[in-house]
């Protein structure tokens, strides 16, 4: 049998508005799962289209152009169901010595506090912590409060650096990885 990877996932039970099923498994996203992604990315933020400007909106959710660039230049995961079907995506990648960054994460609204978020989140460190990152960033924008929550209750924190994304501010976290 072949090595595991960092971002194999282990299945194990979680609960869903439907009653108990299969985690998700998360894997190394391919080319085939450019339009599932873009889907899930559409589907997680269309609560907050409105609280966006359009470019920013835009280059959240990205386009079949965009998420092509994302998935030559970072390394990008999602958490498939046991149908096959997108419920949830990250990207990271390290981005100077010993500097991770983690992009683009969502997860469809009927897999929201099924515990998804958390593995996927948890394989992307892990992905970081295999390529010697010992500081990880990420970026996140007012709308997103649930998101910053979960964030927080995973260690990362405020930086104090804010940036322009779009028009919005940018406000980045950070947390060293143990």
Known sequence: MGSSSPTDARVTEIRHSSGAMSAPAIRRATAADAQGILDCLRLAFAPYRDRYTPAGYADTVLGPATIQQRLAAMTVLVAASDTGEIVGTIGCQAVGAGEGHIRGMAVHP???????????????????RSRRCSRVTLDTTEPL??????????????????????????????????
């Open 145 to 178: 409060r649930r998101a910053t929550r979960f964030y927080e209750r995973n260690g990362f924190r405020a930086s104090g650096n804010v940036g322009d994304f779009f028009g919005m501010p940018l406000f980045e976290y950070a947390r060293e990885l143990g």
């Open 110 to 128: 009927a897999w929201q506090g099924t515990g998804a978020a958390q593995l996927l989140l948890d394989a992307a460190l892990a992905e970081l």
